[in-house]
């Protein structure tokens, strides 16, 4: 572990590096993302496309991820032209990772501004705002704290304070073994809110948007948007599974793993959905409400079940820790990027890097009120980073280190670490190979033809 500039060296076993690459890829992607992109892009059509691109496309790209950092023991940019040197091909691979390093960078910068709102709901529902309140009632609380630019200035400067008070201190590992107790705490708060859907709720009707096919509702941008929120709730593309595979024992099974992490990510998610769309559905909300969305519907669950000021509470504790423990996963390559390339110090990288990303977060911000009508390429400031990172940059990285391990990587030293033999192996071959790159150059061409 000489190699890498790190503040701990391997995970002591398979478990720990679990929690962290769960602690990584479980956060506002799951339980904020996940269901207001459905809501928006026609329910099952999403749903449906994003699990396939999770199998097909998401399972391969984490483990070359992971595979690649292992083998470098490296940061992400100087993993890649490292592998890339060492399979005899051009140094220029190193791009990639730094594409991905600026992709976190811009990432952080929106998902800031939203922990934010998970911060800012931990108080209200903890001070019983929502008692009694239907959708109506959360909805205009939701607008006025959206008009409000002092109250997510304040919001998002706590976020972002915090994830830079972890990364500046180094204590990313502590906050890793935290969440073994918070991130069950967090599936059973979930599975309490799925109970109170599913038996207050229009949890039929729920049921059949989000996993009724509906084949005629899928058209490119469905299926762009599906891709790229598979690579955003994984963490893929943006070199940070790669570094986390730095710190991987070569005794760690990566398909095994993978599909742990996975599964996890996954479950988390449809189970937001299922405590979201029986309340979007029995409350008239519009399941395309957008950015909002659990911030309108979750409230009706905790101003009206008994003891939902507590239960609500602890929800917004629970998804403010998980947000943190993919924001502080987003922070890190940059600040171990500028901490290699300048003479900064860890706590001067950090203080740069975060005070940059807050600025940029500050602007998108202000795109939900006062600059609302400041437009990029038809966009607000919000949804415009939103698009660009998850719709473009996460995919087309993904797709560069796809293409790299399916056609530049020496295939059989590949198929011995992963342990395929046989039809597996066949499997791995085809799909890594064929089908996750042309998926995404498809759904890009596509695009292009309109
Ligand atoms: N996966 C996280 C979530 O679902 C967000 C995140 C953390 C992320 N690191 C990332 C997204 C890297 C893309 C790339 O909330």
Same mark, same amino acid.
């Given at each position: 572990?000489?190699?890498?500039?790190?503040?701990?060296?391997?995970?002591?076993? $398979?478990?720990?590096?679990?929690?962290?690459?769960?602690?990584?890829?479980?956060?506002?992607?799951?339980?904020?993302?996940?269901?207001?992109?459905?809501?928006?892009?026609?329910?099952?059509?999403?749903? +449906?496309?994003?699990?396939?691109?999770?199998?097909?496309?998401?399972?391969?790209?984490?483990?070359?991820?992971? @595979?690649?950092?292992? #083998?470098?023991?490296?940061?992400?940019?100087?993993?890649?032209?490292?592998?890339?040197?060492?399979?005899?091909?051009?140094?220029?691979?190193?791009?990639?990772?730094?594409?991905? *390093?600026?992709?976190?960078?811009?990432?952080?910068?929106?998902?800031?501004?939203?922990?934010?709102?998970?911060?800012? =709901?931990?108080?209200?529902?903890?001070?019983?705002?929502?008692?009694?309140?239907?959708?109506?009632?959360?909805?205009?609380?939701?607008?006025?704290?959206?008009?409000?630019?002092?109250?997510?200035? +304040?919001?998002?400067?706590?976020?972002?304070?915090?994830?830079?008070?972890?990364?500046?201190?180094?204590?990313?590992?502590?906050?890793? $073994?935290?969440? #073994? *107790?918070?991130?069950?705490?967090?599936? +059973?708060?979930?599975?309490?809110?799925?109970? =109170?859907?599913?038996?207050?709720?229009?949890?039929?009707?729920?049921?059949? !948007?989000?996993?009724?096919?509906?084949?005629?509702?899928?058209?490119?941008?469905?299926?762009?948007?599906?891709?790229?929120?598979?690579?955003?709730? +994984?963490?893929?593309?943006?070199?940070?599974?790669?570094?986390?595979?730095?710190?991987?024992?070569?005794?760690?099974?990566?398909?095994?793993?993978?599909?742990?992490?996975?599964?996890?990510?996954?479950?988390?998610?449809?189970?937001?959905?299922?405590?979201? !769309?029986?309340?979007?559905?029995?409350?008239?909300?519009?399941?395309?409400?957008?950015?909002?969305?659990?911030?309108?519907?979750?409230?009706?669950?905790?101003?009206?079940?008994?003891?939902?000021?507590?239960?609500?509470?602890?929800?917004?504790?629970? @998804?403010?820790?998980?947000?943190?423990?993919?924001?502080?996963?987003?922070?890190?390559?940059?600040?171990?990027?500028?901490?290699?390339?300048?003479?900064?110090?860890?706590?001067?990288?950090?203080?740069?890097?975060?005070?940059? *990303?807050?600025? @940029?977060?500050?602007?998108?911000?202000?795109?939900?009120?006062?600059?609302?009508? *400041?437009?990029?390429?038809?966009?607000?400031? !919000?949804?415009?980073?939103?698009?660009?990172?998850?719709?473009?940059?996460?995919?087309?990285?993904?797709?560069?280190?796809?293409?790299?391990?399916?056609?530049?990587?020496?295939?059989?030293?590949? #198929? $011995?670490?992963?342990? @395929?033999?046989?039809?597996?192996?066949?499997?791995? #071959?085809?799909?890594?190979?064929?089908?996750?790159?042309?998926?995404?150059?498809?759904?890009?061409?596509?695009?292009?033809?309109?």
């Amino acid at each position: 572990m000489s190699t890498t500039k790190a503040s701990h060296g391997q995970w002591s076993s $398979r478990f720990g590096f679990i929690l962290a690459a769960t602690g990584s890829a479980v956060g506002l992607g799951n339980i904020w993302k996940f269901p207001y992109m459905t809501g928006v892009s026609g329910g099952s059509a999403f749903v +449906l496309t994003y699990l396939l691109c999770i199998a097909l496309i998401g399972v391969p790209i984490l483990v070359m991820e992971w @595979l690649i950092g292992r #083998r470098a023991q490296k940061n992400p940019i100087q993993a890649m032209e490292h592998v890339a040197l060492q399979e005899g091909r051009s140094r220029h691979w190193k791009w990639l990772g730094l594409v991905g *390093i600026l992709g976190a960078f811009l990432i952080l910068s929106f998902y800031s501004v939203i922990g934010g709102w998970a911060l800012d =709901y931990l108080f209200r529902t903890g001070s019983g705002t929502f008692q009694g309140m239907n959708g109506e009632q959360t909805g205009a609380v939701f607008n006025g704290f959206l008009g409000d630019a002092g109250s997510l200035l +304040l919001w998002h400067t706590v976020f972002m304070g915090l994830t830079m008070a972890i990364v500046a201190m180094g204590v990313t590992g502590g906050l890793e $073994r935290a969440s #073994r *107790i918070m991130m069950p705490g967090l599936v +059973l708060v979930l599975l309490i809110l799925v109970g =109170y859907g599913v038996t207050t709720g229009a949890a039929g009707r729920a049921a059949e !948007f989000l996993f009724t096919p509906n084949w005629s509702a899928i058209n490119g941008q469905v299926v762009l948007a599906a891709l790229g929120h598979a690579f955003f709730t +994984l963490s893929l593309g943006m070199g940070i599974m790669t570094a986390y595979g730095a710190y991987l024992g070569q005794n760690v099974n990566l398909l095994g793993t993978a599909r742990t992490v996975v599964l996890l990510d996954t479950t988390i998610a449809l189970m937001a959905g299922m405590a979201i !769309f029986p309340l979007v559905f029995s409350h008239h909300l519009e399941p395309s409400a957008g950015p909002g969305l659990i911030f309108v519907t979750l409230p009706i669950a905790f101003g009206n079940m008994t003891g939902g000021t507590v239960l609500g509470a602890l929800f917004f504790i629970l @998804l403010s820790f998980a947000a943190l423990t993919s924001s502080m996963s987003l922070l890190e390559p940059v600040v171990a990027l500028l901490e290699e390339k300048t003479p900064l110090g860890r706590k001067s990288a950090t203080l740069v890097a975060g005070s940059v *990303i807050w600025l @940029l977060g500050v602007a998108s911000l202000l795109s939900f009120n006062h600059w609302s009508d *400041i437009q990029i390429m038809g966009n607000n400031i !919000f949804d415009f980073l939103d698009k660009l990172t998850s719709k473009f940059m996460l995919p087309l990285t993904g797709l560069g280190i796809i293409i790299f391990a399916g056609w530049f990587m020496n295939q059989d030293s590949i #198929r $011995r670490e992963l342990g @395929l033999e046989g039809p597996g192996y066949t499997v791995w #071959r085809i799909v890594s190979r064929f089908v996750a790159p042309l998926a995404v150059i498809a759904v890009f061409i596509s695009l292009l033809l309109g």
